[in-house]
């Protein structure tokens, strides 16, 4: 079970830094939603790109 805490705690790091990651010519963001639980991962990217 200490592992599969782990493999959480890793993903959640993952997803996070790649949440970070600005966008250079965009108006867009990420967002990075985690369940109570610890085992729901939602990543958005929301906004306007200008075309």
Known sequence: M????EYQQ???EVLTEYAAIPYYHRELQ???IIGKDDKDYL???????KV
């Open 2 to 5: 200490d592992r599969l805490n």
């Open 43 to 49: 990543l958005i990217t929301s906004g306007w790109e």
């Open 10 to 12: 890793i993903i959640q």
């Open 30 to 32: 990420t967002e990075l």
